[in-house]
């Protein structure tokens, strides 16, 4: 009896070792036949040898050719040296392009090219230049491929007396910098003292800045480019120039714009804005459901 049970406890062993065996030979034939076939659906693609920054001419001794899975090879790319430079072409980066990174289309000029900021501009924009120095360009700290919000500041008319009043206000959000100066590198990383700064922006948004310019000084706000625009923005003036104050909501005088009056001031609709009448306030005195408004003038310390 403990004979026979060791014959079948053999057998089993000798059972499972063989399907273990069958198993794994299936599933190393599968894995060596995935890899023929993708060997067999292998391409040449053209990738840099080198790293090219924005205007970096590509020539022959830059590009390397390397085999990958067709599947796996993005839209644009070149299968050889002589489709990527024709009849020694030339051709220039028009973006970073970073080793055994493959050389696309999109990031290079055509045949006969040069790096020009226009190839870089998506459809329907433009670039426009505006003025900065180290204050209004963050002290060098706005770099190529970065967002910024601009800021306008520019004289008004002022609600009380009509004279020049000075507001900030913001003029666009969310706005990519191309180039700083005459530099488009996106890789840069040293702040630098420019005197302009190349935006991206649409054909409206171009005649703002130009007019911007010419009515006030523009300065640039960095900001983080994973934020979202914000539908609502304000207006600061000289009144808020205080830590912690800010009324909001200022206005430009109007016709149809009557401000509420300081004390001291009786608010006269259509005339200009509010006018000072003598020095006094109004009072108002309820009587039951009466209501009487007074005219008293005012002491010190009123």
């Given at each position: 009896?403990?004979?026979?049970?060791?014959l079948?406890?053999?057998?089993?062993?000798?059972?499972?070792?063989?399907v273990?065996?069958?198993?794994?030979?299936?599933?190393?034939?599968?894995?060596?036949?995935?890899?023929?076939?993708?060997?067999?659906?292998?391409?040449?693609?053209?990738?840099?040898?080198?790293?090219?920054?924005?205007?970096?001419?590509?020539?022959?001794?830059?590009?390397?050719?390397?085999?990958?899975?067709?599947?796996?090879?993005?839209q644009?790319?070149?299968?050889?040296i002589n489709?990527?430079?024709?009849?020694?072409?030339?051709?220039?980066?028009l973006?970073?392009?970073a080793?055994?990174?493959?050389?696309?289309?999109?990031?290079i000029?055509?045949e006969?090219?040069?790096?020009?900021?226009?190839?870089?501009l998506?459809?329907?924009?433009?670039?426009?230049?505006v003025?900065?120095?180290?204050?209004?360009?963050?002290?060098?700290?706005?770099?190529?491929?970065?967002?910024?919000?601009?800021?306008?500041?520019?004289s008004?008319?002022?609600?009380?007396?009509?004279?020049?009043?000075?507001?900030?206000?913001?003029?666009?959000?969310?706005?990519?910098?191309?180039?700083?100066?005459?530099?488009?590198?996106q890789?840069?990383?040293?702040?630098?003292?420019?005197?302009?700064?190349?935006?991206?922006?649409?054909?409206?948004?171009?005649?703002?800045?130009?007019?911007?310019?010419?009515?006030?000084?523009?300065?640039?706000?960095?900001r983080?480019?994973?934020d979202?625009?914000?539908?609502?923005?304000?207006?600061?003036?000289?009144?808020?120039l205080?830590?912690?104050?800010?009324?909001?909501?200022y206005?430009?005088?109007g016709?149809?714009?009557?401000?509420?009056?300081?004390?001291?001031w009786?608010a006269v609709?259509?005339?200009?804005?509010?006018?000072?009448?003598?020095n006094?306030?109004?009072?108002?005195?309820?009587?039951?459901?009466?209501?009487?408004?007074?005219?008293?003038?005012?002491?010190?310390?009123f």
């Amino acid at each position: 009896m403990p004979q026979q049970r060791s014959l079948i406890v053999l057998g089993l062993a000798i059972l499972l070792g063989l399907v273990a065996a069958y198993l794994a030979n299936v599933y190393l034939g599968g894995v060596e036949k995935k890899q023929e076939t993708v060997q067999q659906g292998n391409i040449k693609v053209a990738v840099a040898r080198v790293a090219m920054e924005f205007g970096t001419e590509i020539t022959p001794d830059k590009i390397r050719l390397i085999d990958l899975p067709e599947g796996s090879v993005p839209q644009g790319t070149f299968a050889s040296i002589n489709a990527l430079l024709p009849m020694n072409k030339r051709r220039v980066a028009l973006r970073p392009i970073a080793i055994n990174e493959p050389i696309l289309s999109t990031n290079i000029s055509g045949e006969g090219g040069r790096a020009a900021i226009s190839a870089v501009l998506r459809p329907d924009m433009r670039a426009a230049s505006v003025r900065v120095n180290d204050v209004a360009g963050v002290s060098g700290f706005v770099l190529p491929g970065d967002t910024v919000d601009i800021l306008i500041t520019r004289s008004v008319p002022s609600l009380q007396d009509g004279g020049p009043q000075q507001i900030t206000d913001v003029l666009l959000q969310n706005v990519r910098v191309i180039a700083i100066d005459q530099n488009a590198n996106q890789n840069a990383e040293q702040p630098v003292v420019s005197k302009t700064a190349t935006l991206e922006v649409s054909q409206v948004d171009a005649q703002k800045l130009a007019l911007g310019q010419q009515v006030g000084s523009l300065s640039l706000a960095l900001r983080n480019i994973a934020d979202q625009v914000n539908p609502v923005v304000e207006t600061v003036g000289l009144e808020d120039l205080r830590d912690g104050a800010y009324g909001g909501g200022y206005r430009s005088p109007g016709p149809n714009y009557l401000p509420s009056a300081p004390r001291g001031w009786t608010a006269v609709a259509g005339g200009g804005g509010p006018r000072k009448k003598r020095n006094e306030v109004t009072v108002q005195i309820v009587r039951g459901t009466t209501n009487t408004s007074y005219e008293v003038r005012r002491h010190a310390g009123f």
